[in-house]
């Protein structure tokens, strides 16, 4: 029997939910360690192998000149690296900073700022090193998590679709809830993954999973406009957990 | 014809049920008329309506108890006999080989309860796509066979209906097993029932049921005329397919395609639109494995991702291939357009887009 493929999973500017999403996999954890060997995942063991790794799952965004050079040497350690969350792939909710004055919120918040090293901007890792797959989503799905694992595992291409939240709302026959409620709902522009949660709950989109492959923001707007929306709507619509991913960037800024 | 009264209902439902049906129909979910399995009378939508308008959807109480007082649902049946996601086969891992199991052909025998005549349009089509020709469905054709249908005559339509220019409503007149119209005034609420198969009458064996005398005919016939008067928007069909089929490069369709958001909706909640994707998954061992089809949409950019690349990588000429697919090259594969004039995909696109209005500023300007 061949090697077990050694998995890393490293931590960034994040709030843990992506990594727990994998703990979260309970029923599959299991059958995951049973065929991957899990050597750096201190949130899950204190267990940790040096590298490099055949998989790493990177969670959270680059905020510090420290974790900026520390990405580097993830990469350097990783056959294939793997984004999991909207902080890794978008920048995360954290990139509101870039919107504004990094310094004036450590002023505010801390009381002595001059301990605090960070940098102007939330980015996402793939503006720091090459990336092989970006796994949306805030939090990721655990359910689009094992199957990029398997995928990885069995050598094929994972079924992760790149179309609209509407596709899944249709596909569990939730009716929409921007035409029957008028609620303002991103499913349009958003990618699907999460199974079109929020709808199911009478709930507009958050956008969590970030734009979708076709996002037509601006359409968007212009509906939402029509139907009484203001600018502050809008922006706020648009600067949600993926902020900084560029069809929302764009479109947040247009209505500014 | 025959009458119902109102409060015998039940009785047709327990006769569905002893007759092994599960009976599907509209009920309100969410302040929104959905399709469902339906338990009792209760369950059905009394004293509902809906209003709906391009992109806008609004549930709004009648000032009556009808139980069928609402225009159409964003649900579909092709819901039940053709499934969002249903699996194909799956395939285990042995020694040296693979098995192979088919799920065997053990699908729900269904009542549809409330069936509209340009819902019973979308069956006949989706009849030819799936029974006919050289490649037949079998899941579809298992539930369709089993299925039961009680069609129920619109009283009212939305602003959003345009079946009279698709030749399919507002009266039912083929494709059911039974039709309903319902009748609701002050004092006498009841049901006009027409038999259109021997499966039909069938059910209606044990009810009791008296023969529809003029005045209740009359009724019925009102209701539908109803219906028909409020209809507003339509559709010229006539030189429509060749119309579209000539103008490839219309600027309309530049235009639709600054306002099309490519997601898919209008697909979905098309009574006809049958489009599907398979999808094959393993399990972590890979030693099992799965195919499911999904429901699928020409809106999506995988859907016409072929060897090298995408075929149809704009919105623009995304929505042409659907539109002009829909109302044109449909009519060169089914003999038919593939347009009822239900209308979901006006009320449903969450930006408002009415393929009428699309088809008629081409008309204009050719």
Same mark, same amino acid.
Not at chain 1, 106 to 121: E, F, H, N, R
Not at chain 2, 194 to 199: H, I, L, R, S, V
């Given at each position: 029997?061949?090697?077990?493929?050694?998995?890393?999973?490293?931590?960034?500017?994040?709030?843990?939910?992506?990594?727990?999403?994998?703990? #979260?996999?309970?029923?599959?954890?299991?059958?995951?360690?049973?065929?991957?060997?899990?050597?750096?995942?201190?949130?899950?063991?204190?267990?940790?192998? *040096?590298?490099?790794? #055949?998989?790493?799952?990177?969670?959270?965004?680059?905020?510090?000149?420290?974790?900026?050079?520390?990405?580097?040497?993830?990469?350097?350690?990783?056959?294939?690296?793997?984004? $999991?969350?909207?902080?890794?792939?978008?920048?995360?909710?954290?990139?509101?900073?870039?919107?504004? #004055?990094?310094?004036?919120?450590?002023?505010?918040?801390?009381?002595?700022?001059?301990?605090?090293?960070?940098?102007?901007?939330?980015?996402?890792?793939? #503006?720091?090193?090459?990336?092989?797959?970006?796994?949306?989503?805030?939090?990721?799905?655990?359910?689009?998590?094992?199957?990029?694992?398997?995928?990885?595992?069995?050598?094929?291409?994972?079924? $992760?679709?790149?179309?609209?939240?509407?596709? *899944?709302?249709?596909?569990?026959?939730?009716?929409?809830?921007?035409?029957?409620?008028?609620?303002?709902?991103?499913?349009?522009?958003?990618?699907?993954?999460?199974?079109?949660?929020?709808?199911?709950?009478?709930?507009?989109?958050?956008?969590?999973?970030?734009?979708?492959?076709?996002?037509?923001?601006?359409?968007?707007?212009?509906?939402?406009? *029509?139907?009484?929306?203001?600018?502050?709507?809008?922006?706020?619509?648009?600067?949600?957990?993926?902020?900084?991913?560029?069809?929302?960037?764009?479109?947040?800024?247009?209505?500014? | 014809?025959?009458? &119902?009264?109102?409060?015998?209902?039940?009785?047709?439902?327990?006769?569905?049920?002893?007759?092994?049906?599960?009976?599907?129909?509209?009920?309100?979910?969410?302040?929104?008329?959905?399709? /469902?399995?339906?338990?009792?009378?209760?369950?059905?939508?009394?004293?509902?309506?809906?209003?709906?308008?391009?992109?806008?959807?609004?549930?709004?109480?009648?000032? /009556?108890?009808?139980?069928?007082?609402? @225009?159409?649902?964003?649900?579909?049946?092709?819901?039940?006999?053709?499934?969002?996601? @249903?699996?194909?086969?799956?395939?285990?891992?042995?020694?040296?080989?693979?098995?192979?199991?088919?799920?065997?052909? /053990?699908?729900?025998?269904?009542?549809?309860?409330?069936?509209?005549?340009?819902?019973?349009?979308?069956? =006949?089509?989706?009849?030819?796509?799936?029974?006919?020709?050289?490649?037949?469905?079998?899941?579809?054709?298992?539930?369709?066979?089993?299925?039961?249908?009680?069609?129920?005559?619109?009283?009212?339509?939305?602003?959003?209906?345009?079946?009279?220019?698709?030749?399919?409503?507002?009266?039912?007149?083929?494709?059911?097993?039974? =039709?309903?119209?319902?009748?609701?005034?002050?004092?006498?609420?009841?049901?006009?029932? !027409?038999?259109?198969?021997?499966?039909?009458?069938?059910?209606?064996?044990?009810?009791?049921?008296?023969?529809?005398?003029?005045?209740?005919?009359?009724?019925?016939?009102?209701?539908?005329?109803?219906?028909? /008067?409020?209809?507003?928007?339509?559709?010229?069909?006539?030189?429509?397919?060749?119309?579209?089929?000539?103008?490839? !490069?219309?600027?309309?369709?530049?235009?639709? =395609?600054?306002?099309?958001?490519?997601?898919?909706?209008?697909?979905?909640?098309?009574?006809?639109?049958?489009?599907?994707?398979?999808?094959?998954?393993?399990?972590?061992?890979?030693?099992?494995?799965?195919?499911?089809?999904?429901?699928?949409?020409?809106?999506?950019?995988?859907?016409?991702? &072929?060897?090298?690349?995408?075929?149809?990588?704009?919105?623009?000429?995304?929505?042409?291939?659907?539109?002009?697919?829909?109302?044109?090259?449909?009519?060169?594969?089914?003999?038919?357009?593939?347009?009822?004039?239900?209308?979901?995909?006006?009320?449903?696109?969450?930006?408002?887009?009415?393929?009428?209005?699309?088809?008629?500023? &081409?008309?204009?300007?050719?």
């Amino acid at each position: 029997m061949s090697k077990k493929p050694k998995l890393a999973v490293y931590k960034f500017a994040s709030c843990d939910g992506c990594q727990l999403s994998l703990l #979260d996999c309970e029923d599959e954890l299991l059958a995951i360690a049973g065929e991957v060997e899990i050597a750096n995942f201190p949130e899950a063991s204190r267990a940790v192998q *040096e590298g490099p790794y #055949d998989v790493t799952l990177v969670e959270g965004s680059v905020t510090t000149p420290h974790d900026a050079e520390r990405i580097k040497e993830v990469r350097q350690q990783s056959k294939v690296l793997i984004t $999991i969350g909207a902080c890794a792939t978008a920048g995360g909710i954290q990139a509101l900073r870039n919107f504004s #004055d990094v310094k004036e919120f450590t002023s505010i918040v801390y009381a002595k700022p001059q301990y605090i090293s960070t940098l102007a901007t939330s980015t996402p890792i793939s #503006d720091h090193v090459p990336v092989d797959f970006e796994l949306r989503g805030c939090p990721v799905n655990k359910y689009q998590l094992i199957e990029l694992i398997c995928a990885y595992l069995n050598g094929r291409k994972p079924n $992760i679709p790149t179309y609209s939240v509407c596709v *899944e709302c249709k596909r569990r026959m939730t009716p929409c809830v921007a035409v029957s409620k008028g609620e303002m709902c991103l499913g349009p522009v958003t990618q699907a993954g999460c199974g079109a949660l929020c709808p199911a709950y009478t709930r507009g989109c958050y956008g969590c999973f970030g734009p979708n492959e076709t996002p037509n923001t601006s359409a968007l707007s212009e509906w939402w406009t *029509e139907h009484g929306r203001d600018k502050a709507e809008l922006v706020r619509a648009f600067r949600g957990f993926n902020a900084w991913a560029e069809p929302f960037r764009k479109e947040s800024e247009r209505h500014e | 014809m025959q009458i &119902i009264e109102r409060e015998n209902l039940t009785a047709l439902f327990e006769s569905l049920k002893k007759h092994g049906y599960e009976i599907v129909g509209p009920t309100v979910r969410d302040e929104v008329v959905i399709y /469902d399995t339906l338990n009792a009378v209760e369950d059905l939508p009394k004293g509902w309506t809906d209003e709906q308008e391009k992109g806008i959807y609004r549930l709004k109480k009648r000032d /009556d108890e009808a139980l069928f007082g609402y @225009v159409l649902s964003p649900h579909t049946w092709k819901k039940f006999l053709y499934p969002p996601k @249903v699996k194909l086969w799956e395939a285990k891992r042995q020694e040296k080989s693979f098995t192979i199991t088919e799920p065997q052909g /053990d699908g729900p025998k269904y009542a549809f309860l409330g069936v509209r005549a340009c819902e019973l349009a979308a069956i =006949a089509m989706q009849d030819k796509i799936f029974l006919e020709g050289a490649h037949i469905d079998p899941i579809y054709k298992e539930r369709r066979e089993k299925s039961l249908i009680i069609a129920v005559n619109c009283g009212q339509a939305a602003k959003t209906c345009f079946c009279p220019s698709m030749n399919s409503g507002p009266k039912v007149t083929s494709g059911f097993d039974l =039709a309903l119209t319902e009748v609701c005034t002050p004092y006498h609420h009841y049901f006009v029932v !027409e038999t259109g198969t021997a499966k039909g009458k069938d059910v209606l064996k044990d009810l009791s049921l008296h023969p529809a005398e003029e005045s209740a005919k009359e009724s019925a016939r009102q209701v539908v005329k109803n219906a028909e /008067d409020q209809i507003e928007r339509t559709l010229k069909t006539e030189g429509l397919k060749e119309n579209l089929q000539a103008n490839a !490069e219309h600027p309309r369709w530049n235009d639709v =395609a600054d306002r099309c958001l490519s997601c898919a909706n209008c697909t979905m909640v098309c009574p006809t639109c049958f489009c599907s994707t398979v999808e094959d998954v393993t399990d972590l061992t890979g030693d099992h494995a799965e195919r499911w089809r999904l429901w699928d949409s020409c809106f999506t950019m995988d859907f016409s991702h &072929i060897h090298g690349g995408n075929i149809r990588s704009s919105t623009k000429g995304r929505y042409r291939q659907w539109m002009t697919h829909k109302l044109a090259s449909w009519v060169d594969q089914f003999g038919v357009s593939g347009c009822t004039g239900c209308g979901r995909c006006i009320t449903w696109c969450p930006v408002g887009i009415d393929i009428t209005e699309e088809v008629a500023v &081409i008309q204009k300007q050719e």
